[in-house]
């Protein structure tokens, strides 16, 4: 059994990753502080269910249309917290689903999250809806106008659809919080929402809510590999300009 | 059980799959293969949890009786009606293709096409000039808009060229920040599911 050719650098990548986040696991295992800062975006989390509380309106929850992903295990962390938040409130959450998958998944974590806050009977297994991906615009948009939501959370693997809700949240008075890695949506949410987790901030961010020490373990261990990147860059960035391409050759052994 | 079965199965193909894409064996590709078809599979049962869902929901609104009972029958009856007719004379039999074509695809592309009026309304709320930043996106958004017009260059000839470098150079140097950033975040996420400690998909009661 022998590497397959090209795929050396990225599995050394991913054994330094792993062999880090397990080092960094163990250093935080019995500690109840981790060294992160507290993202502004978990807090505007926070202040938009306070308003929909007060206003007695429902807040919306979506994933986006986009294929199953790293994104939706992150975003289930956000959809937890947020479930949690609303039961404790006695708020209504509305959760609309474009990919079948996630459907049971997140059926299971809402109801999950009233029963341990104490309020199962709070829980209404039609506000967890499943549409199809072309019909998740029509579908948001409806529930945004019909159930007037007072709160909009966009977060997860989104296309084209991030636009119409955020401007469509927007008309009826609802704080929009975005957050995707899709590169090409980012602009939007940045330019409609309320406040946007870009990229990394979006994974962070889900650790954060986690509280879990492995997922901390794993989050010091990708700063480790964002450093490691931005010096990759600036050598390569060097190298290659006098010439020499014997970073590029090894990285694509 | 419930919750360490899930988890088992999937750090074990997860692995298997990983392991399958950087080692030449192929007894190895072969299980990855057919996992990967069992991928298909089970989304297809959660597609019939999917329809499920809108059956429950639509007939307690039809049952209901409110100002919305007219829509939810609509949909009922058009999506067990496209069911049917789907199996009864298959994907590619011309009544099929019809509604395809002659419901699905216009209404589709309708709604695709709404989406330019609302990138219009939120590039109104989001060139407000509120801030440094928000004024430095204004400005490199009309430059790159105007450099993708034929009156661009007429305003100035040098407007395409700096389009251009505003989207190949810093644009395209920050995508690919948030990128690394990016996959970086999806590579802990991976791992974490493989190695059987991630959980929070599985829902209870840690909060």
Same mark, same amino acid.
């Given at each position: 059994m022998s590497l397959i050719e090209g795929s050396l650098a990225s599995f050394i990548v991913l054994l330094v990753y792993a062999v880090a986040a397990w080092a960094f696991i163990r250093s935080y295992q019995g500690k109840t502080e981790f060294p992160i800062k507290r993202l502004r975006?978990?807090?505007?989390?926070?202040?938009?269910?306070?308003?929909?509380?007060?206003?007695?309106?429902?807040?919306?929850?979506?994933?986006?249309?986009?294929?199953?992903?790293?994104?939706?295990?992150?975003?289930?962390?956000?959809?937890?917290?947020?479930?949690?938040?609303?039961?404790?409130?006695?708020?209504?959450?509305?959760?609309?689903?474009?990919?079948?998958?996630?459907?049971?998944?997140?059926?299971?974590?809402?109801?999950?999250?009233?029963?341990?806050?104490?309020?199962?009977?709070?829980?209404?297994?039609?506000?967890?809806?499943?549409?199809s991906v072309y019909a998740l615009r029509p579908a948001v948009l409806g529930a945004f106008q019909r159930e007037q939501v007072a709160a909009n959370f966009m977060l997860g693997n989104y296309y084209h659809e991030s636009v119409i809700f955020v401007e469509a949240a927007s008309s009826v008075g609802a704080i929009s919080i975005g957050g995707t890695t899709q590169t090409a949506q980012i602009p939007?949410?940045?330019?409609?929402?309320? +406040?946007?987790? %870009?990229?990394?901030?979006?994974?962070?961010?889900?650790? *954060?809510? #986690? !509280? &879990?020490?492995?997922?901390?373990?794993?989050?010091?261990?990708?700063?480790?590999?964002? +450093?490691?990147? %931005?010096?990759?860059?600036?050598?390569?960035?060097?190298? *290659?300009? #006098? !010439? &020499?391409d014997a970073l590029i050759q090894l990285m694509s052994k | 059980m419930k919750q360490q079965f899930p988890v088992l199965f999937g750090a074990i193909t997860g692995l298997l799959v990983l392991f399958a894409s950087y080692f030449k064996a192929p007894v190895?590709?072969?299980?990855?293969?057919?996992?990967?078809?069992?991928?298909?599979?089970?989304?297809?049962?959660?597609?019939?949890?999917?329809?499920?869902?809108?059956?429950?929901?639509?007939?307690?609104?039809?049952?209901?009786?409110?100002?919305?009972?007219?829509?939810?029958?609509?949909?009922?009856?058009?999506?067990?009606?496209?069911?049917?007719?789907?199996?009864?004379?298959?994907?590619?039999?011309?009544?099929?293709?019809?509604?395809?074509?002659?419901?699905y695809s216009s209404l589709n592309a309708t709604w695709y096409s709404t989406t330019a009026f609302y990138m219009m309304s939120s590039a109104w709320r989001g060139f407000r000039v509120r801030s440094v930043q928000a004024g430095v996106l204004m400005v490199a958004a009309i430059v790159v808009m105007l450099s993708k017009v034929g009156i661009g260059e007429l305003v100035w000839s040098q407007i395409p060229a700096i389009g251009n470098w505003i989207v190949e150079i810093p644009n395209t140097a920050g995508m690919r920040g948030i990128l690394v950033g990016s996959c970086l975040g999806a590579v802990g996420v991976s791992l974490r599911i493989m190695l059987g400690l991630e959980r929070g998909h599985l829902g209870g009661g840690s909060k």
């Open positions: 975006g978990l807090d505007f989390i926070d202040d938009a269910l306070g308003r929909v509380t007060e206003m007695g309106r429902p807040a919306h929850f979506s994933m986006g249309s986009g294929e199953l992903d790293a994104q939706y295990f992150a975003a289930f962390e956000y959809l937890k917290y947020i479930a949690h938040k609303a039961a404790r409130y006695d708020a209504d959450l509305i959760v609309t689903n474009a990919i079948p998958e996630v459907q049971p998944v997140t059926e299971e974590i809402v109801k999950s999250a009233y029963t341990a806050e104490g309020k199962p009977d709070r829980y209404k297994p039609d506000n967890i809806r499943y549409v939007f949410f940045v330019a409609g929402a309320d +406040y946007t987790l %870009i990229g990394e901030e979006f994974y962070a961010g889900s650790i *954060a809510l #986690s !509280g &879990n020490v492995v997922h901390f373990g794993c989050l010091a261990s990708q700063e480790l590999g964002k +450093y490691a990147a %931005i010096v990759l860059t600036l050598l390569g960035a060097i190298l *290659a300009t #006098s !010439g &020499n | 190895l590709q072969s299980v990855s293969n057919e996992l990967l078809q069992w991928r298909v599979i089970v989304a297809a049962f959660a597609l019939l949890l999917g329809i499920a869902n809108i059956s429950r929901i639509h007939v307690n609104r039809v049952s209901r009786k409110d100002q919305n009972t007219p829509y939810s029958l609509m949909l009922l009856i058009v999506m067990y009606g496209a069911l049917i007719l789907g199996l009864g004379y298959g994907a590619q039999s011309p009544q099929y293709k019809f509604i395809w074509d002659n419901v």
